[in-house]
């Protein structure tokens, strides 16, 4: 059974920086791509960022082209995403997904727990 566990997340304020990790088990982590999704209160889960099995090719969200990297160790089966220059607008729960290939896509048939992120204006 395939786990993904987040953590990182927290209060920060307007401009400052958060890294998320996800930790990843149950198949073999670096044939698969990963990505980042979001949903803030009252909306529907968003796209975020994505990164393909071997992390040569990235792939983000308008919104957080720019501020947010994707990145990943498959040494220590881990995904992350280094968040700076935050935004009020950013404040969602944010969840790692794995998917079934190693290219990115837009299907994914594992998913995380989710972890808090706040910024304040």
């Known amino acids: 059974q395939v786990q993904l566990v987040e953590s990182g997340g927290g209060l920060v304020q307007a401009g400052g920086s958060l890294r998320l990790s996800c930790a990843a088990s149950?198949?073999?982590?670096?044939?698969?791509?990963m990505g980042w999704f979001r949903q803030a209160p009252g909306k529907e889960r968003e796209f975020v960022a994505a990164?393909?099995?071997?992390?040569?090719?990235?792939y983000y969200a308008d919104s957080v082209k720019g501020r947010f990297t994707i990145s990943r160790n498959n040494a220590g089966n881990t995904v992350f995403l280094q968040m700076n220059s935050l935004k009020p607008e950013d404040t969602a729960v944010y969840y790692c997904a794995s998917a079934p290939g190693g290219r990115i896509s837009d299907e994914y048939d594992y998913w995380g727990q989710g972890t808090q992120v706040t910024v304040s204006s």
């Open positions: 990164i393909s099995r071997g992390g040569g090719s990235t």
């Open positions: 149950g198949r073999t982590f670096s044939n698969n791509a």
